[in-house]
């Protein structure tokens, strides 16, 4: 049995590599969109953004969904003439992290996450039911990780500023 504490912090970092995948992303959108001339490459100092301030919308700030923006970035590496696409199958995981039940009867475990779906008649079903093991966060993490340096190695072979190659 996994420590307790170890799950949190294993999800921690799943969640962490989801979100990071997602601005790596919207950094390729964005610095297309500003070599196909319809915008401008964002020049917003992210760091010293304030609760209130007003900015523009743009590939960093908009609320595309991570489907949409994997969708739009596999959509570019084809036209591009790239083989290789970003796995919207993680979106799944994301979703599942994101709006299902992580539960546990005890703080040593198991831990279990549910997820169901939208309502119809009043019943719901279960869509999502998976035991978090160490094998299980083991696998997720990797998977995040690997696609994360998936989307990197693509931005830096599309020769974006963004990714700039080590």
Not at 7 to 17: D, S
Not at 35 to 46: P, Y
Request: aromatic share 6%.
């Amino acid at each position: 049995m996994c420590p307790s504490n170890s799950i949190p912090t294993n999800i921690g970092k799943i969640v962490a590599n989801l979100q990071s995948l997602e601005f790596a992303l919207r950094l390729i959108l964005d610095e297309l969109q500003s070599i196909h001339g319809a915008g401008k490459r964002t020049q917003i100092d992210f760091m010293k953004l304030t609760i209130g301030e007003w900015v523009p919308e743009n590939y960093i700030t908009n609320y595309d969904t991570l489907n949409q923006l994997i969708q739009k970035v596999n959509s570019e590496l084809h036209s591009r003439g790239l083989s290789e696409r970003v796995d919207d199958s993680l979106v799944e995981l994301r979703d599942t992290l994101a709006h299902g039940r992580v539960l546990a009867l005890n703080p040593d475990g198991p831990y279990r996450v549910l997820k169901f779906s939208k309502p119809k008649d009043s019943k719901v079903q279960v869509t999502v039911s998976v035991d978090i093991t160490p094998d299980w966060l083991s696998q997720q993490i990797k998977r995040t990780e690997n696609e994360l340096r998936k989307v990197v190695r693509l931005g830096q072979a599309l020769g974006l500023k963004c990714f700039p190659s080590q």
